[in-house]
C-alpha cells in the first residue's frame, strides 16, 4: 500500500471528506464546516491511495500550550491497517513542544487512545451544542 501523506488543505475535496466522515462512520459533518475546521487547525494530515481520500486528522494548536487532536477518520477500508495509530501519531508528532495535547473520546475508543500514549484525565468540562447526544453517547455525565 503506496499511502500519499498530504499536510495542507490545498486541493481538498471538501465533500470527499465529509464522505469518509459519513462511512467511517463518525457522523454527518457538513463540508463548509469541515473546510472551515480544518482551514483553522495548525496541524492537519490528508491520506490518499491512488487520490483516493483515506483517512484525515488535525489538531487545533495554538503553537505553544495547547494541542487538541481531533476529526480523525480512516476509510473502512483501511481500518484495521494501523492507518488510524499513524495519524494520531503524526498529530502528536506535530504537536511536539506544546505544554499539553488533548484529544476528547467516546468511551469504546479509549483504550486504543490509551495504547498511544493518551491518559485519562480526572477533570475536564464541556458545554455541548447537542448536550442530549453526547449524555446518551457517554462523553458528558449528567
Not at 465533500?15 to 466522515?21: G, N
Amino acid at each position: 500500500m503506496d499511502i500519499e501523506w498530504r499536510y495542507t488543505a490545498d486541493a481538498v475535496d471538501w465533500r470527499e471528506l465529509a464522505e469518509l466522515y459519513r462511512i467511517a462512520p463518525l457522523g454527518k459533518k457538513l463540508p463548509e464546516r469541515l473546510e472551515i475546521a480544518f482551514t483553522n487547525s495548525l496541524f492537519k494530515c490528508f491520506l490518499f491511495d491512488n487520490r483516493k481520500l483515506v483517512g484525515a486528522g488535525r489538531a487545533l494548536a495554538d503553537g505553544v500550550d495547547c494541542s487538541y487532536l481531533c476529526d480523525v477518520a480512516v476509510h473502512p477500508d483501511y481500518q484495521d491497517s494501523g492507518m488510524g495509530a499513524s495519524i494520531v501519531n503524526k498529530l502528536v508528532e506535530l504537536s511536539r513542544g506544546h505544554s499539553k495535547i488533548l484529544l476528547y473520546t467516546d468511551p469504546d475508543t479509549e483504550e486504543f487512545y490509551n495504547s498511544l500514549g493518551f491518559k485519562r484525565m480526572n477533570a475536564a468540562m464541556g458545554i455541548f451544542v447537542s448536550e442530549d447526544k453526547a449524555i446518551a453517547e457517554g462523553i458528558l455525565d449528567k
